[in-house]
């Protein structure tokens, strides 16, 4: 059964504590928070006082996934925010080990997320130090994006290299090719516009849960 993830990216802006209560009363796993700078990825999005408010509501684990350029700036106060994962791009992250211990060191799990143009064999000498593989099944940036398909060969080439690692897939998923994800080896569902645009938000993750 997979873990479900909705993406608060494409929540209502003006109504976050009642998207995030609906998460808290779903069948979702973790609630995930994408911090974008403006300079990684060409989007603004939340910062730390969001992270902050969102989290004295939310009554489960919080998914912090950082596209950001020095990320390792931040951790800390992120962490103090309430997050309780960590993840940090490989792209903007010139001394990763380092940056991984450091999450570890604030308590939090540690993951670290690839580009769709980046391969997974960049994660060898590291995957047996993290806990969660995110791989951006679109461009990261936007949300509501069209599902990139070499992800399903990304996702099996990984599971081949660790059996212990959580992997998350980010952007485009939908009841379409979530299977095909698990099948290949995903554990992690994020899910977005998919979600809070539906009609019924809590039938649809629960309709993803029971996949």
Request: one cysteine or more.
């Amino acid at each position: 059964m997979p873990l479900i993830a909705p993406s608060l990216l494409a929540a209502d802006f003006a109504n976050l504590q009642r998207d995030v209560e609906l998460v808290n009363r779903s069948e979702a796993d973790w609630l995930h928070f994408d911090v974008m700078d403006g300079r990684f990825v060409p989007n603004i999005s939340f910062g730390i006082p969001v992270a902050e408010a969102v989290s004295r509501h939310l009554t489960k684990p919080l998914d912090v996934h950082l596209m950001i350029v020095e990320p390792e700036k931040y951790l800390a106060a992120f962490a103090k925010a309430g997050a309780d994962h960590l993840t940090v791009h490989l792209e903007a992250c010139p001394h990763l080990h380092r940056t991984v211990q450091q999450i570890k060191e604030l308590g939090c799990e540690a993951g670290v997320a690839l580009n769709p143009h980046t391969p997974v064999s960049l994660l060898e000498d590291i995957i047996q130090d993290i806990d969660i593989v995110l791989l951006m099944s679109v461009n990261p940036g936007f949300g509501g994006q069209k599902f990139i398909e070499h992800t399903y060969e990304k996702v099996r080439k990984l599971r081949a290299m660790s059996d212990a690692v959580l992997i998350e897939i980010d952007g485009g998923v939908n009841l379409q090719n979530a299977p095909k994800l698990l099948e290949a080896g995903a554990d992690v569902l994020v899910a977005g516009h998919f979600v809070f645009s539906a009609d019924d938000p809590e039938a649809v993750i629960g309709e993803l849960k029971g996949l």
